[in-house]
């Protein structure tokens, strides 16, 4: 019987969640979706150490900003929970399984100090071998339950010495699994090593806790990043030691994100020096704060669009995409091998599309908060004439200022190139041109083309001469459409100031 798809996104709450992150985070999400399926989320959060405060809030938050809803696991609840690994290890989910391998013999008890390893690491150099790992060759020259008697064993757990718990690698075993984004993965078992599984805290590591949870959470595929490649044939052994190989999930590592340049992984730190966000959300902590996405007038659809497309493609031009389109166009055979160059300009290049999507009065929505009580008319106006010439919402209200009041300076690069000495002449002669016309755009793009072609003027220096008047600018939208949304009789006022001041200007 076909297993119903399951997967899940298992991070550490180890700081806040870069880009990767969320990008491994849809595949999932998406997979699941396609396949009517679940998305689970579940919090890796075993190691102690690396524990950050916030982190897990963050991640939900992001998730949630994202549009990317778990259907099961932390914040969604579940059957098979409990979804925090911290929990799972309260309620001795790990140990029966570290039992269970150790009475099969497919894991030992080590009892090596740290200063035991070193000297094993130092000799093994010293001799000259290929690896100085703890494995198949190695084992039995430590002080492990192979090469202790079994009352030795006994006592050492018994007087509380610390120990840990060793998956024991066969030797010149070929490892072989299928990952759906790279093809057949090979390795021969002699060159890893012997992985720590368990600690006498009762602590798992993240190799056991995380394949006993994709068992018991009967999880069907594992979608995750490429660094966790290398750990996909002791995760298979696992399967097969712990007798599930039946029940083992499909593996597909998703390739990484790399700089701009191409040089290397896209790092948290590329971020801000490069001027743009790595993270969903702001992150701020004592010790560090990144910009985010939302904060930096990304729309969320358009985030996600972005980071879609950073390893995978639909195989057609289309480039835009809902998440529901996401949803429906999504495979993991789409996915490349390769690593995905992160593009800032493409990034920007997706709000823009979005933005542009949006009505008028959609935009006036949000801009209206920040817009000191302008009406909606007028807001859905400047809207409607911005929307082509900006990258973010904010831009709008800045940009477009003089839609809102007289410019209180006039470009003084244009002024010096392009007000002539007949300039306050043409605009005076505009003022009564317009004080009698219709205002409205294609009226005053009437009877502007009338005046300037019984004065045999060009169509450049009159034009330019009232854009300056009205907006202070050299260039901009549509003149005759900014009139008539600001009105006659600001549209006169300006074009009376221009003249006074206009020629006031330094001309150098
Ligand atoms: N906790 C791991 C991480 O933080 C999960 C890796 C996996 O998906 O297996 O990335």
Known sequence: MERKVRVRFAPSPTGPLHIGGVRTALYNY???????????????????????????????????????????????????????????????????YVDQLLESGHAYYAFDTPEELDAMRERLKAEGGHSQQYDSASRNSMKNSLTLSAEEVQQKIEAGDKYVVRIKMPRNEEIKFKDIIRGYVVVDSSNLDDKVLFKSDGMPTYHLANVVDDYLMKITHVIRGEEWLPSGPLHVLLYRFLGWENEMPEFAHLPLILKP?????????????????????EWKSEEEVF??????????????????????????????????????????????????????????????????????????????????????????????????????TNEILEKGKYLFEAPTAYDAKTVKKKWKDDSSQIVADLITVFSNTEFNNEALETAFKEYIEEKELGFGKPMIAIRLAITGEGGGPSLFEIMELIGKEESINRLKVGIENIKKEPVA
């Open 291 to 392: 910009s985010g996405y939302r904060e930096s007038g990304y729309f969320s659809e358009a985030h996600i669009n972005m980071l879609a497309f950073l390893g995978w493609n639909p195989g057609t031009e289309q480039e835009l995409f809902s998440l529901e389109e996401l949803v429906q166009e999504f495979s993991l055979e789409r996915v490349g091998k390769s690593g995905a160059k992160f593009d800032p300009d493409k990034t920007k290049w997706f709000n823009e599309q979005y933005l542009r999507a949006k009505s008028n009065e959609e935009l006036a929505e949000l801009i209206k908060p920040f817009a000191n009580n302008a009406n909606d008319e007028l807001l859905a106006g400047v809207c409607g004439l911005m929307k082509e010439r900006v990258s973010f």
């Open 30 to 96: 998406l997979f699941a979706k396609k396949h009517n399926g679940d998305f689970l989320l579940r919090i890796e959060d075993t190691d102690q150490a690396r524990y950050v405060e916030g982190a897990e809030k963050y991640i939900i938050d992001a998730l949630k900003w994202c549009g990317i809803t778990p259907t099961e696991g932390v914040g969604a609840g579940g059957d098979l929970g409990p979804y925090h690994q911290s929990e799972r290890k309260e309620q001795g989910t790990y140990k029966k």
């Open 261 to 281: 340049n191409g040089n290397g992984k896209l790092s948290k730190r590329d971020g801000d020096a490069g001027g743009f966000p790595v993270f969903p959300i």
